[in-house]
């Protein structure tokens, strides 16, 4: 059973820092994919950052730069470094995982995390 656990929320002032934290246990990324979601209050869930399982980082077109997400396969962590927090980042954000599915498209966002609330004030 695939498990996600997000840490390292928490309340900031506007130009702050965070690093978000998610383990994964039963869950070994050797096709698909791991990322960060989040989700303000009255918008729908947005991804922030995905990293395939041979590294190769993207990110939204908002992070402008901010965001840095890395994983340590050791640990089996999932990590999102936040720098220069703005107020729009206020959002819970989601760790998820792909699964293969065999077919097109070949991997699809399947585990969720609880999520963990980053508040950003001006």
């Known amino acids: 059973q ?9 309340s900031v002032q506007a130009g702050g820092s965070l690093k978000l934290s998610c383990v994964a246990s039963g869950y070994f ?3 698909c994919g791991m990322g960060w979601y989040r989700q ?9 950052s995905r990293i395939s399982a041979n590294g190769t ?3 939204a077109e908002f992070v402008e730069g901010r965001f840095t997400i890395s994983r340590d396969r050791a640990s ?9 927090l703005k107020t729009d980042d206020t959002a819970v954000y989601y760790c998820a995982a792909e ?4 077919s097109e498209p070949r991997c699809a966002w399947t585990y ?3 999520g963990t609330q980053v508040t950003v004030s001006s």
């Open 2 to 10: 695939v498990q996600l656990a997000e840490s390292g929320g928490g």
């Open 40 to 48: 303000a209050p009255g918008k729908e869930r947005e991804l922030v």
């Open 57 to 59: 980082t993207s990110y």
């Open 29 to 31: 990324p050797t096709t």
């Open 99 to 102: 699964r293969f599915t065999g």
């Open 76 to 84: 089996n962590t999932l990590y999102l470094q936040l720098t220069s």
């Open 112 to 114: 969720w995390g609880r």
